[in-house]
């Protein structure tokens, strides 16, 4: 009897185990590409986010609002003060005057980036019903982050490569946007980039890849600015919790020496 | 003050004695953390109190300061929250604390109370004690759920209106509980404030509870590895340095893994949906609660009826109220139980799995696999329980904790 | 074992810095401690008030017949001794004695004193009166009757350019 349950019950567990494995999922994955950000001594690559910032001003902010970020953020990402103080002073910022009439008045340092639409009912209306969404914390807010978004920004395929199969699995039609990675596969967005759609002051060649990198770049470092500070903080604390764990052993060890 | 361990203790400094012959603070610590008789053969499994005590003041601490910079609107909690990360001087540290210390405030509890359940600790004379403990538990995962609503992320609004609504399940007068706890139709701002409101609250009434614990621990005093009683004073020592050095080691050795994730896996733990403003008119397309819930969540959608599976859920948590009586064995450690020795482990494997399903869409497998669990884990605690240990051989007992350390020793 | 109770009271200390920190001005807060006012449109006679770090400035551009009054005063005869000049000079030593930047707040109690709209009461040395307990100020803000222990304090402000101000 007592053999029996406890065959019963380590069966029940190898069971189980293989349960799970069986169930592991099938989707597609963005390929993963080496971040300069990753790892514990991760940073930003500076030039890219910078060149990234480029791509984002000129191509994605017609539609994307970056609303967590003000002009001031640009500062930390190496731009000098009077560089960011004119690409502030170039939007016009919704204001009130003293007599309380709106105006539109040159954007500060202090002020939040400008969005292009003026409220997300405006927004949606003017994109066929789905506002863009915010791209504040965009690496955060998908699954696969940087990888995700790099893939989707590169991953857009034209109709007439598709295969029939696609097509018909789909409902893929000339109108809709097809891309690898969106979940669905058709995206509202059309495919936002393509070669030599900005011009890079560093002379960096504009490919899509080269591109939508550095957007990802620089969405990631919008995303989570303070990356650096922590990766930096996080190694001293974890060094200092390791010595401290060491000396505690130690200490524990002397104290039960007489016990064991 | 007389004291069951000994002679109250003398202070030589007379402002120390001065106030404990007036306020006994200090005979209290001294009685309870200094000489207090502890069995001297805990394993590591008895650090874990310790851990959930720091990991609870840690919680505090860092929610307090959070607060301070936190605004309860629903236009304005989620930009506070980006805010708290962006602006306010280590801003992010605080919230990545306070963020990744709820998973693992829960890791050190689901440790606790696996190690209470391994070695039969629930087992008279400490019932009462068991249950504060599961009373901690829950009030634990009503401060964790209310807490998740407040960054007003796409998950914590979907998560407040699937759970709020489980409260409909109850016969006639649900949907008006329902609308109570919401304070309107949906979930809404009156509904982040309440949360708001009882997420700063339900913290300090666990420290009373936690009190209360340790009260009802400190009566008979701990459990051990063995599950025997200590006979005398070679089975046991002080608390204090034995336990203090070693409980200081254990809560360490445990922060360097909580750094970790805190310094480079911040956002491991949580879900990306949550990053997107809460938006009441679009669902995500797979709404999961925390990794803590997740078991309790399977058994919820395992049961094919609304109020069956509400009852699951909370079910699932009752039955740990009667572990001490559903228990029928009179030996307390696993230890000493050759055949319920594995099926706690299975029980384990069992809570796994539905964790993973808990985690998974409800479709294909995973339905039948989260049936199978969930009829398992009740039938663990329902009719297993109580069998086994009517027919269950246990081994013989060692006859004190000195002599089992000793042999070990030799052996 | 000495060792480790030091270390682990280093980082007891390091781990309270961060709370204590979390209640310092955040950066957004920061960014908007330092504000630029256009002075040109303040007729001489006229004065402003504009928000600072959530505290009214006043902006002043008085009148020759003010000035002259603001320096005749012998510094003996003042509560808080401090010269006319040293009040309207900037943080490049630029001196313009016309414009007068004071931070808008009685330093008896913290009231915001009367007299930089025109009709309001100045008090008997024409320049600010507190409603609360009387103290009166002078036409270079500086304290001459009432309880108020100092002069209206002279914020940190530069002249941009001639007719640009910046306070902070």
Redesign the interface.
């Known amino acids: 009897m007592r053999k029996l349950l406890v065959s019963g019950a380590l069966a029940l567990s190898v069971l189980a185990a293989g349960a799970v494995a069986i169930a592991a999922e099938k989707e597609v994955h963005p390929p993963h590409k080496h971040w300069h950000f990753q790892g514990p001594f991760g940073t930003y690559d500076r030039a890219a986010a910078q060149r990234g910032f480029q791509v984002y001003k000129e191509v994605c902010a017609a539609c994307h609002s970056l609303r967590m970020l003000s002009y001031r953020n640009l500062v930390d990402l190496g731009l000098t003060e009077a560089q960011v103080k004119g690409i502030a002073a170039e939007a016009q910022i919704a204001d009130l005057n003293d007599d309380g009439a709106p105006v539109d008045r040159p954007g500060k340092l202090s002020d939040p980036f400008k969005r292009p639409y003026a409220n997300d009912a405006a927004a949606a209306a003017a994109n066929g019903g789905k506002a863009p969404p915010d791209l504040s914390v965009i690496v955060k807010a998908r699954e696969g982050g940087a990888d995700y978004i790099h893939a989707l920004l590169t991953g857009y395929v034209p109709f007439e490569k598709l295969t029939p199969a696609q097509i018909k699995e789909f409902e893929v039609t000339k109108d809709d946007n097809y891309n690898t990675y969106f979940p669905g596969h058709k995206i509202a967005m059309p495919a936002p980039l393509v070669d030599g759609k900005v011009t890079y002051v560093d002379g960096t060649k504009t490919t899509v890849e080269q591109m939508s990198s550095d957007v990802t770049e620089f969405l990631a470092w919008a995303s989570e600015p303070h990356l650096e500070d922590r990766n930096r903080t996080g190694v001293r604390v974890i060094l200092f919790l390791l010595v401290l764990a060491g000396m505690m052993y130690a200490v524990k060890r002397q104290v039960w020496a007489d016990k064991h | 003050m007389a004291s069951p361990h000994g002679a109250p203790p003398v202070f030589n400094n007379k402002v120390i004695a001065w106030i404990d012959h007036r306020l006994p603070i200090f005979s209290y610590i001294e009685k309870e953390y200094h000489t207090f008789p502890t069995p001297r053969n805990f394993n590591y499994f008895w650090n874990f109190g310790a851990i959930a005590t720091v990991m609870l003041v840690l919680m505090i601490a860092t929610g307090i300061v959070l607060a301070t910079n936190y605004t309860p609107h629903v236009l304005m909690a989620f930009d506070s929250v980006e805010r708290i990360d962006r602006d306010v001087p280590q801003g992010w540290l605080i919230r990545d604390l306070h963020m990744n210390g709820a998973s693992f405030f829960f890791i050190a509890v689901y440790v606790h109370i696996f190690r209470g359940m391994y070695y039969g600790s629930y087992k008279a004379p400490r019932e009462l004690l068991w249950i504060l403990g599961v009373v901690i538990f829950l009030l634990m995962m009503a401060t964790a759920f209310m807490g998740y609503v407040l960054p007003w992320g796409q998950m914590s609004f979907w998560g407040a209106t699937v759970i709020t609504n489980l409260f409909s399940a109850i016969p006639v007068v649900g949907q008006s509980v329902v609308d109570w706890l919401w304070g309107g139709f949906s979930v809404d701002n009156p509904t982040l404030n309440r949360f708001f409101a009882l997420h700063y609250l339900l913290p300090f009434v666990i420290v009373g509870v936690v009190g209360l614990h340790v009260v009802a621990l400190h009566v008979h005093g701990s459990n051990n590895p063995l599950g025997i009683d200590p006979k005398g004073p070679q089975d046991t020592v002080p608390f204090h340095p034995y336990y203090t050095m070693k409980d200081g080691f254990g809560v360490i050795a445990f922060m360097v893994v909580f750094a970790v994730f805190v310094f480079f896996l911040p956002d491991y733990m949580g879900h990306p949906d949550n990053y997107i403003p809460a938006n009441p008119l679009v669902t995500p397309a797979h709404i999961v609660p925390e990794w803590y819930f997740l078991p309790f969540y399977a058994i919820l959608r395992a049961v094919p009826d609304k109020l069956g599976g509400v009852l699951g859920m909370f079910g699932a948590i009752a039955v740990l109220f009667l572990l001490p009586w559903l228990d029928t064995s009179r030996v307390r450690s696993c230890t000493f139980r050759p055949i319920y020795k594995w099926f706690m482990l299975v029980l384990v494997a069992d809570v796994v799995i539905l964790g993973f399903c808990g985690a998974n869409p409800p479709e294909g497998f995973w339905v039948p696999l989260s049936r199978v669990a969930t009829l398992y884990y009740f039938f663990h605690f329902i009719i297993l329980l109580p069998i086994l240990g009517k027919i269950e051989r246990p081994l013989p007992l060692p006859s004190s904790i000195a002599d089992a350390v000793l042999k070990k020793k030799v052996g | ?1 000495v ?2 109770g030091s ?2 009271a280093i ?1 007891a200390v ?1 781990t309270a ?3 204590i ?4 001005p ?4 920061l ?2 401690s330092t504000i630029e006012v256009n002075v040109a449109p303040i007729a001489v006679g006229q004065a402003v008030t504009v928000k600072w770090r959530g505290k009214p400035v006043f902006i002043r551009h008085r009148t020759p017949d003010e000035i002259a009054k603001a320096k005749a005063v012998k510094l003996s005869e003042l509560p808080d001794p401090e010269t006319d000049a040293a009040r309207v000079t900037d943080a490049n030593k630029k001196v313009r004695p016309e414009w007068l930047v004071l931070v808008g707040v009685c330093t008896h109690l913290g009231c915001v004193p009367l007299g930089n709209k025109s009709g309001d009461q100045r008090g008997e040395f024409g320049g600010w009166f507190c409603p609360c307990h009387g103290s009166a100020y002078d036409t270079s803000g500086r304290i001459r009757k009432g309880p108020a222990p100092k002069n209206l304090e002279v914020p940190q402000f530069v002249f941009a350019t001639d007719t640009l101000v910046r306070i902070g």
């Open positions: 074992m060792a480790t270390l682990a980082g390091a810095w961060p709370f920190n979390n209640l310092n955040a950066a957004d807060t960014a908007l």
